[in-house]
Nanobody, 121 residues
Framework: VQLQASGGGLVQAGGSLRLSCAASGSIFSMNAMGWYRQAPGEQRELVADSTRDQITHVADSVKGRFTISRDNAKNTVYLQMNKLKPEDTGVYYC????????????????WGQGTLVTVSS
């Protein structure tokens, strides 16, 4: 299973970006998909996640500005980021909880390679 994240870049404060993460490979079913970020010198933190039924959770620090959504048919999760702030700067990683085969007894978590978001003041 591979996760390919894209959409990062340099943006001014107040601007918007949309991140995408597409999963491919052996996928029987995907449960939760989410976005994490890691700022320089900081630990990785959860930004937002979504169940397969699109029950979403968004961190307090981005609530009202970021929206997570997913397209189950495309095995893709999105993160719409509006009103960006310099403190949103970091590497954004997507993750997915995947059942690779129908006979698997447990799922595994897979990570994308990360996409850099830089917000200038």
């Amino acid at each position: 299973v591979q996760l390919q994240a894209s959409g990062g870049g340099l943006v001014q404060a107040g601007g918007s970006l949309r991140l995408s993460c597409a999963a491919s490979g052996s996928i029987f079913s995907m449960n939760a998909m989410g976005w994490y970020r890691q700022a320089p010198g900081e630990q990785r933190e959860l930004v937002a996640d979504s169940t397969r039924d699109q029950i979403t959770h968004v961190a307090d620090s981005v609530k009202g500005r970021f929206t997570i959504s997913r397209d189950n048919a495309k095995n893709t999760v999105y993160l719409q980021m509006n009103k960006l702030k310099p403190e949103d700067t970091g590497v954004y990683y997507c993750a997915a909880d995947v059942w690779a085969h129908s006979e698997d007894t447990t799922s595994n978590t897979y990570w994308g390679q990360g996409t850099l978001v830089t917000v200038s003041s």
